[in-house]
């Protein structure tokens, strides 16, 4: 029996932090043990959001720090395959035929898309955006992805996805698999400044390649109860960043819930929380650490992972355009064109 073939990746925009982990590759590391697994370097997708020549000029050492971080989470790179997707041009090809098998108003809906302007400090919504999931089905559908692992923020996307691919088969008959979404079961982290989500944007996040004092500084000055003043406050648990990371972070449940205990009787100062907090990540991040260093002690590791999982994927995707083309009806319309052309040069050439 053939494995199934898992795609999944990230826009290239800076070091991967927390969030990312708690939001996705916690779960791909657990998964792509179990199947055929892309990772995307999503460079056309940051173009988006991300399009200025300054931007562009990053990609190269923000994918090669993106892969990084991914392998130090404990990505296996014998069974995963790291592709740029702006080197496979025929990406392109397939985005604009599904194009014409969705609607505006059906994009609209997604909510995600608003929220990535709003994000991007946009005012109105650029036509690549709007288009985000589409090229997103193209993504998927060009290895012809059979499982796709999502987040909350990604849902959405890979519903239309799963709308274009047996609109497409149907249409044209049997090509594509209709990928199945495995969500995570983790909840969205909330940044350190407790305004919304992890973000390197809002710079409320905590890199995963980031150094101990590093860690220190940002769980000392993370957002808790604003209404606690003093230490014999009683505080509010719910809702406190603090807690919410020692939830996710602190294996060490007995302690977790004293501090809770102690935080609604007001009987410990939020330093002390945030000191233990530290600690737990700092912990949780050491591993991380040491396979980092070990891969920046392999030069040219991660460029050549790259490099190779880059040009076998553009060799599937080649053959996917062959087939969609076909089945379309689109190779079979130039090559009449080309025989009629022939049979009229031929005519043109002999003696009347």
């Given at each position: 029996?053939s494995?199934?073939?898992?795609?999944t990746g990230?826009?290239?925009?800076?070091?991967?932090h927390?969030?990312?982990y708690?939001g996705?590759?916690?779960?791909?590391v657990?998964?792509?043990?179990?199947y055929d697994?892309?990772?995307?370097?999503?460079?056309?997708?940051?173009?988006?959001?991300?399009?200025?020549r300054?931007?562009?000029?990053r990609v190269?050492g923000?994918?090669?720090?993106?892969?990084?971080d991914?392998?130090?989470c404990g990505v296996?790179?014998?069974?995963?395959?790291f592709y740029l997707?702006?080197?496979?041009?025929?990406?392109?090809?397939?985005?604009t035929?599904?194009?014409n098998?969705?609607?505006?108003?059906?994009?609209?809906?997604?909510?995600?898309?608003k929220?990535m302007?709003?994000?991007?400090?946009?005012e109105e919504i650029p036509?690549?955006l709007l288009?985000?999931p589409?090229?997103?089905?193209?993504d998927?559908?060009?290895?012809?992805?059979q499982?796709?692992?999502v987040?909350?923020d990604?849902a959405?996307?890979?519903?239309v996805?799963?709308?274009?691919?047996p609109?497409?088969?149907?249409?044209y008959?049997?090509v594509?698999?209709?990928p199945e979404?495995i969500?995570?079961a983790?909840?969205?982290?909330?940044g350190?400044?407790?305004?919304?989500?992890?973000s390197k944007?809002?710079g409320?996040a905590?890199?995963?390649?980031a150094d101990?004092?590093?860690?220190?500084r940002?769980?000392?000055g993370?957002?808790?109860?604003?209404?606690?003043v003093?230490a014999d406050?009683?505080?509010?648990?719910e809702g406190?960043?603090?807690?919410?990371?020692?939830?996710?972070?602190?294996?060490?449940?007995?302690?977790?819930?004293g501090?809770?205990?102690?935080?609604?009787?007001?009987r410990?100062?939020d330093?002390?929380v945030?000191?233990a907090l530290?600690v737990a990540?700092n912990?949780?991040?050491?591993?991380?650490r040491?396979?980092?260093?070990?891969?920046?002690g392999?030069p040219?590791?991660?460029?050549?992972?790259?490099?190779?999982?880059t040009?076998?994927t553009?060799?599937?995707?080649?053959?996917?355009?062959?087939e969609?083309?076909?089945?379309?009806g689109l190779?079979?319309?130039?090559?009449q064109?080309?025989?009629?052309?022939?049979?009229?040069?031929k005519?043109?050439?002999t003696?009347?």
């Amino acid at each position: 029996m053939s494995v199934s073939r898992m795609l999944t990746g990230d826009r290239p925009t800076g070091r991967l932090h927390l969030g990312h982990y708690v939001g996705s590759i916690a779960n791909r590391v657990a998964l792509h043990q179990r199947y055929d697994s892309y990772f995307i370097i999503a460079d056309l997708h940051m173009l988006t959001t991300r399009n200025s020549r300054e931007d562009i000029s990053r990609v190269a050492g923000n994918a090669r720090e993106m892969v990084t971080d991914i392998l130090a989470c404990g990505v296996d790179p014998a069974r995963a395959t790291f592709y740029l997707q702006s080197a496979i041009p025929e990406v392109g090809e397939l985005n604009t035929l599904f194009q014409n098998l969705v609607t505006v108003p059906r994009l609209e809906r997604v909510p995600s898309v608003k929220e990535m302007a709003t994000d991007a400090g946009r005012e109105e919504i650029p036509y690549g955006l709007l288009g985000y999931p589409v090229l997103q089905a193209a993504d998927i559908l060009c290895v012809k992805g059979q499982v796709v692992p999502v987040g909350k923020d990604n849902a959405a996307h890979v519903e239309v996805t799963r709308e274009i691919a047996p609109r497409f088969n149907h249409l044209y008959g049997e090509v594509f698999p209709v990928p199945e979404m495995i969500a995570s079961a983790t909840p969205t982290l909330v940044g350190t400044d407790g305004q919304g989500k992890m973000s390197k944007s809002r710079g409320n996040a905590i890199a995963l390649s980031a150094d101990p004092a590093s860690v220190r500084r940002a769980v000392l000055g993370m957002y808790t109860d604003p209404n606690r003043v003093r230490a014999d406050v009683p505080g509010t648990v719910e809702g406190n960043p603090v807690f919410a990371y020692h939830d996710v972070f602190n294996p060490d449940r007995t302690q977790v819930a004293g501090f809770k205990e102690r935080y609604r009787a007001g009987r410990i100062g939020d330093v002390e929380v945030k000191e233990a907090l530290a600690v737990a990540l700092n912990r949780f991040l050491d591993p991380i650490r040491e396979r980092r260093a070990r891969i920046e002690g392999t030069p040219g590791l991660v460029d050549q992972l790259i490099v190779e999982g880059t040009e076998r994927t553009r060799e599937q995707v080649r053959a996917t355009v062959v087939e969609v083309r076909r089945a379309m009806g689109l190779t079979a319309a130039y090559q009449q064109v080309r025989r009629r052309a022939e049979r009229a040069r031929k005519a043109a050439a002999t003696p009347a």
